[in-house]
């Protein structure tokens, strides 16, 4: 089970429509595809989604810390290695997206190589999860007839509201229009992406009393220390922790700080090993936890799911799971399914996914 080479593969797909959020827009999903190879023959294969509005890191600068950084570093160690493997990377600040996507890859050549389901490896709770839908910025009549559109093809009743970016009462009236459009049976939350203020989130929120609301996330930026912790006292509702909180040591600062009531884990930037850490933590602080989306294709929302279903606690909640169904195309043989508002993991050993060679062919930049 020794680790011989690791491969990172740019590639780009473009998107149906533009996805805009308070942090920035993405029109192209140029993403990464690790392949992690061993001796034996078998390819665990991860996806890295850049996102330098967000973490800094480029499609060219995954790459490169892969190829001239990362890659030395892990081959040679066996897929048990994990923690030798994890305090290697650690020793390079940053690039949480190609260090997560070399873990999960390893998870999932782990899981083939001994013909067992990644999410059976990390816990085997349950084999679904509840699915929510992000929702960007577009005109309210737009965002409720996209809305209304995923809960009649695909039976998502929970919707991410992308907030922070426009005047607060442009903002406040599309989640009213959305509960207005949608009906109390929906669960609604909004992510400001830290596009507000502290005052300007405390205003929102106000005005949003009445909509019953599951939760706010990353409102108003963390840096803004006393402002945020003003903020987060005076909701009724939890207040989400995500690109601010990403490491356990990120969870246990911002909760004891008052500064957050609930996180966010997302695999495409923690990977297996440290999202578990960031559980465990969770669970053991008594946290709500959302898995979050980084706008991943169907390769990132697999590994998602699977480390989503592992838990009592990460499936409790919809997971972000359906942004992929915002590319024009993507990389697997067989795409993913939503149906009855759900995703289930795939069967098969590993994450149970496979690259389509000719997609990989026509979408990848490096030939």
Known sequence: MKITRVEAIPFAI??????????GEVHVAEHVLVRVHTDDGVVGVAEAPPRPFTYGETQAGIIAVIEKIFAPQVVGLTLLERETMASRLSRTVGNPAAKAAIDMAVWDALGRTLDVQVTELLGGYTDRMRVSHMLG??????????????RDEHGITTFKVKVGRRPVALDTAVVRALREGMGDDVELYVDGNRGWTASESAMAMKEMTD???LFAEELCPADDVLGRRWLVSQLDVPFIADESAVTPADVTREILAGSATAISIKTAR???THSQRVHHLAEGLGLEVVMGN?????????????FGA???????????????LDMSDDLLTEPLEIHDG???IRPG???????DPAKLDRYRQDR
Do not use: W
């Open 14 to 23: 473009p998107y149906r429509k533009p996805l805009k959020f308070a942090s």
């Open 137 to 150: 910025f577009d005109e309210p009549a737009a965002m409720v007839a996209e809305a209304q559109r995923m």
């Open 211 to 213: 909509l019953g609301l």
């Open 270 to 272: 923690t990977g297996f």
């Open 294 to 306: 980084q706008i991943d294709g169907q390769i990132g929302s697999a590994c998602t799911v699977a």
């Open 310 to 324: 592992s838990y009592a606690l990460t499936s409790r909640r919809a997971g972000e799971l359906s942004n992929f």
């Open 342 to 344: 759900e995703l289930h």
């Open 349 to 355: 050993a590993g994450l149970g996914i496979e690259i």
